[in-house]
């Protein structure tokens, strides 16, 4: 069965600081990987996702992650934040051939500091 | 705006008592999820739906249950409700041709507050 696990529940940062976000996921077969975006009192909205091809994936809002299949990682990445990215995020992961239920990580809550 | 809409979007009521929770998906999208999301658990899969067929179940208790009409919205019905159910329920839509696409869409969830 798949898992994600969120490594940091919250990550305090500076503004104009780079952030990372960790994700580690598990599964037994090949998997496609998504983060997701939470705004206050909102639902969650996709802000990249990895199919196949390029292991950099960049995404909306000038985030981008890396798949890496050897660590089983997915890190997420901002090189210079904004108050306006103070959110929760989920990191996500189906296994191969549909978007059946996606499982999420526990989710972690930028905070950025001014 | 994810063009997902759920209704209501918050709801309070007692122990014992039944709700329905009222998800529509966005124009075209044949897939329905229902999430739940409390502190504890975080974000739990309970069911999906695709063109009115179950099609994967998840975390869903007994005392829940969906479905999709033909129109394609969803239902979720809690029923026997107890105080560890208060929790935001989310719906959220994909479109699915047999293959994957990726995203789902979600509306801004239900709040359900067990009293």
């Known amino acids: 069965a798949q898992s994600v696990t969120q490594l940091d529940s919250q990550v305090p940062v500076f503004e104009e600081a780079p952030v990372e976000l960790r994700c580690n996921y598990s599964?037994?077969?090949?998997?496609?990987l998504f983060w997701y975006v939470q705004y206050p009192n909102q639902g969650l909205q996709l802000l990249l996702k990895y199919l196949s091809g390029s292991t950099l994936v960049k995404g909306i809002n000038g985030f981008e992650a890396e798949f890496n299949k050897s660590q089983t990682s997915f890190h997420l990445r901002k090189p210079s934040v904004h108050i306006s990215d103070t959110a929760e995020y989920f990191c996500?992961?189906?296994?191969?051939?549909?978007?059946?239920?996606?499982?999420f990580g526990k989710g972690t809550h930028l905070i950025i500091q001014p | 705006d994810s063009g997902v809409t759920q209704t209501p979007k918050h709801l309070i009521t007692a122990t014992g008592q039944r709700v329905t929770l009222r998800c529509s998906p966005r124009s075209g999208d044949l897939s329905v999820y229902w999430y739940q999301q409390s502190l504890d658990q975080g974000l739990q899969f309970l069911i999906q739906?695709?063109?009115?067929?179950?099609?994967a179940k998840g975390n869903i208790l007994e005392r829940f249950s969906a479905q999709q009409f033909p129109d394609l919205h969803s239902e979720l019905n809690l029923s026997s409700l107890e105080l560890g159910d208060s929790a935001l329920y989310f719906c959220?839509?994909?479109?699915?041709?047999?293959?994957?696409?990726?995203?789902?869409?979600f509306g801004e969830g239900s709040r359900l507050t067990v009293l």
């Open positions: 599964s037994s077969v090949s998997v496609y």
């Open positions: 739906y695709y063109n009115g067929e179950e099609r």
């Open positions: 996500a992961v189906t296994e191969g051939g549909g978007a059946d239920g996606l499982t």
């Open positions: 959220a839509s994909s479109i699915r041709q047999g293959g994957l696409t990726g995203e789902l869409f």
